[in-house]
């Protein structure tokens, strides 16, 4: 296990980063250019940290239609993983702690993420309103029903607002689940470990429309046994 690979990644992150920011001020910043930008960054951490990414059921992602991408949540790498696993154009619901984070929480502005406070229940709201915009704008949009990165890999208490954002779009739920990234670097760890296999199987769409919000906690009982499934074999 190394700390060079975690100076790698954060100067990696950078790179991305300044060029963003400068040409946000510019007014030369684009959506193509943040996809672009974004799928480098991403193919060089896991190059970075040789993970071996093995994708199942990538059919299920092939439609034109955008979804809200929900995973379970090991690791920071769990960010670029989606990304190669699924090769479309993506943006994420993040917790406002990571836009804290110097050049690289206003570079996530500027590309199109969006930023969480779960503590403050009207401001939770006004991200979820802009989640569905990103949505309505052709953009799929990953959440993280649990909230935060689990210590042992096993599956948290989902949250609702992802599901209500499902039923006020009208949008697909695309299950993903993701494995092996907690062995890369584990939450709260600051080392990778180089090496790893991570296995991605993304599951057929669920359509919240077909359960309604009488039925919110039936849906996520649905989307919470098809992520689980592959990670109790």
């Known amino acids: 296990m190394t700390l060079r690979h975690l100076v790698k990644a954060a100067w990696t992150t950078g790179s991305i980063c300044a060029p963003t920011i400068a040409e946000a001020a510019l007014g030369r910043l684009n959506e193509a250019v943040c996809d672009e930008r974004l799928d480098r960054w991403s193919k060089q951490l896991l190059e970075q940290a040789g993970i071996e ?3 199942r059921g990538k059919q299920h992602a092939e439609s034109q239609e955008s979804f809200i991408v929900m995973s ?3 690791s920071l790498y769990d960010i670029p993983v989606i990304f190669q696993a699924l090769g479309r154009r993506i943006r994420m619901v993040t917790k406002k702690e990571l836009f804290r984070i110097p050049i690289w929480g206003r570079a996530m502005r500027l590309a ?3 930023e969480v406070d779960r503590q403050d229940r009207e401001r939770a709201i006004q991200s979820m309103r802009g989640a569905g915009e990103r949505i309505r704008e052709g953009t799929d949009v990953w959440i993280s029903p649990e909230g935060t990165r689990s210590r042992d890999g096993s599956l948290g208490p989902f949250r ?3 599901f209500h954002l499902a039923l006020d779009t ?3 739920i695309l299950p993903v689940t993701i494995e092996g990234t907690r062995h890369v670097l584990p939450a709260g760890g600051r080392r990778v470990h180089p090496g790893a296999r991570v296995t991605v199987t993304v599951h057929p769409p669920i359509d919240a429309k077909s359960f309604g919000a009488s039925r919110i906690d039936a849906l996520m009982e649905a989307v919470k046994s098809a992520i689980a499934a592959p990670l109790t074999r």
């Open 53 to 55: 990414l093995d994708v």
């Open 72 to 74: 379970n949540h090991q």
């Open 112 to 114: 199109g993420f969006i």
């Open 160 to 162: 609702k607002g992802g």
């Open 170 to 172: 009208g949008a697909r």
